[in-house]
């Protein structure tokens, strides 16, 4: 696990000194080489690999993938050398220690180690670029690869996931009218049109945390993230655009939100006259629920409580995952990794015997749902 912290994987898309996944990728595939699996390397943007490992079974098994991303944060962020690992107390610090470099040392030694005994069913090394920013790497490997069941090793504090959130980004553009500073009569200020607007998004968020909460995720939620609008001093504005995020629960889509949204924007409207406004939709991720009664959450809740000796504690995660793509794509998955703390902050640990603990949990459910 050392290893994998000390060389550079952060991510290009987050900060000016990424380097990407490349070098990772190779000391992966040196690793996994000695150990009799079929290695593909998927590089639809150079520079990028994914690494996806397969040991074959007999046959009229089912398949398990394990998934983990590969590349990290920004270094910039890291108070100190994020690529020099310290252990201290039990614990491991370095960038990606905890998100989630451990939990890829987990799925190699644990993978690696449960293939030299009999199974039916393949086991799958999905090892993936850009998580942390656009998920190009599993969306990649699932244009390839697909298995009867999942687990997403991100840390979870020993937690078994069955739920998180998805997203919706959006921009609201208020349409004004331009002119010059001095002449209100032929100008309409899009930016206080657009306060307007923000008054009942506020509202409206409100309201939402006053709605039926999910038993795991509670509440959505939606907070306006960017406003732009102006071009001088001296002009009214003619647009004001808000960047609006809203973080989805299961059963909530861009239609859910876009209907939410505008039925505000109605409401405005009648209440202003003139208020003109269109909604551009952006970024969408899909919310994440595990089937509680797949074969793969049993096979893991059955197994954590096998290793730690107490009933799995189930949680549900308010940021997105690769998760949902792999629920999207009819594989169905669950979340389960390690304890620590500092994931994207200016440090970052794990616990070193939570490792083991989750290491020990991925094997026992490849004998069990591969046999």
């Excluded at 907070?223 to 504005?237: D, I, T």
Aim: hydrophobic letters at 45%.
């Amino acid at each position: 696990m050392r290893r994998l912290v000390e060389i550079d994987s952060s991510n290009p898309d987050l900060g000016s000194t990424g380097r990407g996944e490349a070098a990772l990728a190779d000391f992966i595939t040196d690793w996994l080489t000695p150990y009799g699996c079929d290695i593909e390397r998927l590089e639809a943007t150079p520079g990028r690999p994914s690494i996806v490992a397969t040991w074959r079974g007999t046959g009229g098994g089912r398949s398990l993938m394990l998934n983990g991303h590969i590349d990290t944060v920004s270094l910039d962020s890291y108070d100190g050398d994020g690529l020099a690992p310290v252990i201290r107390d039990g614990a491991m610090f370095g960038r990606g220690s905890y998100d989630m470099k451990s939990g890829i040392a987990a799925m190699l030694v644990t993978a690696a180690a449960s293939a030299e005994r009999p199974h039916r069913g393949d086991i799958v090394l999905a090892l993936v670029a850009d998580e942390e920013f656009e998920s190009a790497g599993t969306i990649e490997v699932l244009q390839r690869f697909s298995a009867d069941g999942a687990i997403v090793v991100e840390p979870s504090d020993g937690e078994v996931t069955l739920a998180h959130r998805g997203l919706v980004w959006l921009d609201v553009v208020i349409e004004g009218r331009a002119a010059h500073g001095s002449r209100p009569d032929l100008g309409r200020d899009a930016i206080v049109q657009a306060g307007r607007f923000l008054a009942r998004l506020g509202d409206l968020a409100h309201d939402l945390a006053s709605r039926p909460e999910h038993p795991f995720l509670g509440s959505a939620n939606v907070h306006a993230s960017l406003v732009r609008g102006g071009v001088e001093m001296s002009s009214y504005p003619a647009e004001c655009t808000v960047g609006v995020e809203w973080r989805t629960l299961p059963g909530q889509d861009v239609d859910t939100v876009v209907g939410e949204i505008d039925a505000l924007l109605v409401a405005v409207s009648a209440e202003h006259p003139g208020f003109s406004y269109r909604i551009v939709p952006g970024l969408t991720e899909p919310p994440f629920e595990a089937d509680r009664s797949s074969a793969v959450v049993q096979s893991v809740l059955a197994n954590v409580e096998a290793v730690t000796g107490k009933a799995p504690v189930l949680r549900g995660e308010p940021f997105w995952t690769d998760c949902a793509l792999l629920a999207a794509a009819g594989i169905p998955a669950v979340l389960f990794g390690v304890t620590g703390g500092g994931a994207h902050a200016a440090s970052e640990w794990v616990d070193l015997a939570s490792v083991d603990t989750v290491a020990r949990v991925l094997e026992r459910t490849i004998d069990d749902f591969c046999a």
